[in-house]
């Protein structure tokens, strides 16, 4: 059973910062890209950054200069270092991986449970 936990959410002042981690364990023989997501109430989850497996990184156009993802592979650990944050910005954030459980298995995504950011003063 795969699972990925993601921590470091929480309340945070109009350009704060916040730093979210991203662990991945359980039966995994590989992981491929990972990435973060977010969902506002009452809007469609979207994206926030990816990163390849050959550490390729990719992030929207709205936190391109603040946000930055990278990646752990020996943790399996994605993270998201989020800066100069904006109200707007508070949601859920979940993070997500594309990976294989055995040498043989297809690649499947893996969502996380999802953890509040709130940017608020």
């Known amino acids: 059973q795969v699972q990925l936990v993601e921590s470091g959410g929480g309340l945070v002042q109009p350009g704060g910062s916040l730093r979210l981690s991203c662990a991945a364990s359980?039966?995994?023989?590989?992981?491929?890209?990972m990435g973060w997501y977010r969902q506002a109430p009452g809007k469609l989850r979207e994206l926030v950054a990816t990163?390849?497996?050959?550490?390729?990184?990719n992030y929207a156009d709205p936190v391109k200069g603040r946000f930055t993802i990278s990646r752990d592979n020996a943790k399996n650990t994605v993270y998201l270092q989020m800066n100069r944050l904006k109200p707007e910005e508070t949601a859920v954030y979940y993070c997500?991986?594309?990976?294989?459980?055995?040498?043989?298995?297809?690649?499947?995504?893996?969502w996380g449970q999802g953890i509040q950011v709130t940017v608020s003063s």
């Open positions: 997500n991986a594309f990976l294989r459980e055995t040498i043989v298995a297809p690649i499947k995504v893996y």
């Open positions: 359980g039966s995994i023989f590989s992981i491929n890209g």
């Open positions: 990163i390849t497996g050959g550490s390729m990184m």
